[in-house]
């Protein structure tokens, strides 16, 4: 279960070759990754929309050429993205 019980786990794909690893949504590696690691929901949220929008076919090798590329900056927008909530909050509280 995450922290934030309103959100459903986004970290990991369904369907893949990982799967069987727990590498699926909500499975048990991903699932311990985003409900305890802090900013990795918000990454998976970023980075599958980005990888939806760069593979819109679905097709396995651009998914394998764009997804690990894209997992850094990723981070990092979403790191800013929690810093800029992070400050609103704390200036003009929730």
């Known amino acids: 279960m995450l922290k934030n019980r309103s959100k459903s786990f986004r970290v990991g794909r369904n369907g893949d070759i990982f799967e069987f690893f727990g590498l699926n949504e909500g ?25 939806d929008y760069l ?7 651009i998914d ?3 997804n690990v590329p894209t997992m850094l900056p990723a981070f990092v927008w979403a790191l800013l993205q929690n810093i800029g909530d992070s400050i609103d909050n704390f200036t003009f509280g929730e």
């Open 55 to 61: 593979n819109p076919n679905d097709n396995t090798w």
């Open 27 to 51: 499975g048990y590696i991903t699932g311990v990754i985003e409900a305890y690691i802090p900013n990795f929901h918000r990454i998976s949220v970023i980075h599958d929309d980005w990888l």
């Open 64 to 66: 394998l050429a764009t």
